[in-house]
């Protein structure tokens, strides 16, 4: 794959159908490894709910899907981000962040992810930390340590008019 993101065609991101549900899983089953404790079936049906309620996306990049992002208006939360590795850092994530950001209710919003011990969780802290997010509690996901990081309200607005990069 190219090392350039100026060698792709834009980032479009798309609300997720019943008829993307084939190619999204395929993505999930590609980099189903990097999360601990995914179990498919229930994968599954969480992305079936999210579809109906408008809460999955994914970008698509010369036509392939190259990222998925599932998320809740209700709890304000990024729920599930990943991208196939051959479209990581070029943008991808933050283009799907972005745009739940837009889509999500007033409120903090939350995702957990790696803590930071653990080396594999080192781009999606980062990512989360451009964002504005702040490192909050230490929890427990899938029966594994876990982090959870908040982007208060306040910043929220102040993320998204930088485009991420920090106010």
Not at 15 to 25: E, H, R
Not at 26 to 54: D, H, N
Not at 105 to 115: K, L, M, R
Request: glycine share 6%.
């Amino acid at each position: 794959m190219n090392s350039k993101n100026t060698e792709y065609k834009s980032i479009q991101i798309h609300c997720a159908t019943a008829s993307d549900i084939p190619a999204w899983l395929t993505l999930v089953r590609r980099v189903a490894a990097e999360f601990p404790g995914f179990q498919l079936e229930e994968y599954k049906t969480a992305l079936e709910q999210c579809i109906v309620q408008k809460n999955a996306l994914f970008a698509e990049i010369d036509g392939a899907m190259a990222g998925v992002l599932l998320f809740s208006r209700e709890n304000r939360e990024l729920s599930f981000l990943a991208i196939l590795p051959d479209f990581r850092r070029f943008g991808v994530a933050s283009e799907l962040i972005r745009e739940m950001l837009l889509k999500m209710p007033e409120g903090d919003v939350s995702v957990t992810t790696f803590c930071a011990e653990d080396p594999n969780g080192t781009p999606a802290r980062a990512l989360y930390q451009k964002f504005g997010f702040v490192p909050a509690e230490i929890c427990r996901e899938f029966d594994c340590p876990a982090q959870r990081f908040v982007l208060p309200e306040a910043k929220r607005a102040a993320e998204l008019q930088t485009g991420g990069e920090g106010a």
